[in-house]
């Protein structure tokens, strides 16, 4: 009797197995948008996802690489999310709903400023959130007061600020007020205690380096410190001399922080002037140029490194000109009210982009997407940096014409 043939060996297939840190190492390195996706796969997966040392893991992956979005208020309810490749492709990615809507509806919202994925932002009359654009979570902060009186037509924000201290690993929300004639008042907002407080010397300091700030409210976030962009006056400066003045997040003590390498205008001038973030690095725009900080805080240090040439801009670009940000390529992103285009500084070439924007003067503000939360401190990294590091600059702009 013949014997049967040896069936032929089975294979087993084993799926590799990985311990938790591995997993969390993984998924940390991916996108905050696919993890959202992703917590729909397994249980685990979503406990993981949304502990807060991973949340801290992921940011701290996001703030070392230089990607980026341009979140740009084109209409009252709604904002552009524009991205910027490294080789210059700038494409308009999706638009955005506002969390809350304003009760005026041609009112267009106030960016004070964005840091580790969060955006803080002003709707009307002290009507202040905290948005993850990614996650789409709020807050809506207490409204302010001023000395016991709510906010109202006649007070306007007159400069503002947000970011994190990491010496009380809190988020900060830095805001002057004006009410007519009477001195400004500047307040801090911390998320651990969700509540304001105004700080009582300010009108003191500010008297006594006699800076004006410019129209633009949103300050911009290095190394834990708030800039903005001002007119210098009194008896050290020249009148219209350029500085920028900032507030440390941790002391909060306001000061002239550095000179701008081009010392004054030109008189009426129109063009724009701007301070620039990019890694632990200082930039400012000013008259078509861009300068360098070397060495953080030393005016000594400015260095041009780059130069537009008006002369190939189409004819509007050439007044009241913004650049938005610099790409990995050396090209620079510009935006002239409603009008968006790219310069390459070596080759002196200029594109136009393609985007539809009702508003004229178009806020925006550069952001990571992250898992942090706005109902809380979880996930706060330890460098409390505005998320743009490390070959891409970010470029926002005040105007120089002139003072609230």
């Known amino acids: 009797m013949a014997s049967e043939p040896d069936s032929a060996p089975q294979t087993n297939t084993v799926s590799p197995e990985f311990d938790d840190d591995s997993i969390a190492e993984i998924l940390s390195r991916l996108p905050a948008k696919s993890l959202l996706r992703f917590r729909c796969v397994r249980k685990s997966w979503r406990a993981l996802i949304s502990y807060p040392s991973f949340v801290k893991q992921h940011l701290s992956k996001v703030n070392t ?19 910027v490749d490294d080789d210059g492709d700038v494409t308009v990615t999706q638009e955005l709903e506002y969390p809350v809507t304003s009760d005026f509806p041609d009112f267009f919202p106030v960016i004070y400023g964005s840091c580790n994925g969060l955006i803080c932002m002003e709707f ?9 654009p990614c996650t789409r979570e709020f807050k809506q902060l207490p409204q302010p007061e001023l000395d016991g009186r709510e906010y109202d037509f006649v007070s306007f924000v007159y400069f503002a600020g ?3 201290d990491s010496t009380t690993a809190d988020f900060k929300v830095i805001r002057a007020t004006k009410i007519y004639e009477e001195p400004t008042t500047l307040q801090v907002f911390t998320l651990k205690t969700g509540s304001w407080r ?15 700030i ?17 007119l210098l006056s009194g008896a050290e400066y020249e009148e219209g001399t350029l500085g920028i003045v900032s507030i440390g997040l941790a002391e909060e003590k306001f000061q002239v922080m550095a000179l701008f390498p081009c010392g004054r205008p030109a008189p009426n001038s129109p063009v724009s002037t701007s301070v620039v973030m990019v890694g632990n690095s200082l930039f400012v725009y000013h008259e078509f140029r861009i300068w360098l ?9 400015w260095t041009e490194v780059a130069c537009i040439s008006p002369e190939v801009l189409p004819q ?17 992103l510009l935006d002239h009210r409603q009008a968006l285009g790219v310069y390459n500084p070596e080759e002196k070439t200029f594109r136009s982009v393609t985007w539809n924007c009702e508003e004229y003067s178009p806020q925006c ?14 996930g706060a990294s330890e460098s409390g940096e505005q998320g743009c590091k490390n070959g891409t600059s970010i470029l926002i702009t005040t105007s120089s014409s002139g003072s609230e």
């Open 162 to 164: 947000f970011g994190y």
């Open 65 to 83: 690489n230089h990607r980026f979005n341009l979140l740009v208020g084109t209409r009252p309810s709604q904002a552009s999310v524009v991205k």
């Open 293 to 301: 900080m070397k060495e953080y805080g030393v005016e000594e240090s």
């Open 214 to 230: 410019l129209r633009e409210k949103q300050g911009f976030l290095l190394n834990e410190t708030l800039h903005w962009v001002a």
């Open 124 to 132: 009307e009359m002290g009507n202040i959130i905290l948005w993850n």
């Open 198 to 212: 105004t700080i009582t010397d300010f009108n003191r300091i500010r008297e006594e380096n006699e800076c004006i």
């Open 365 to 378: 503000v550069a952001y990571v997407e992250t898992l942090v939360s706005p109902l809380n401190c979880i």
């Open 316 to 332: 509007h670009f050439n007044s009241m000109l913004t650049p938005l940000c610099i790409c990995d390529n050396g090209e620079v």
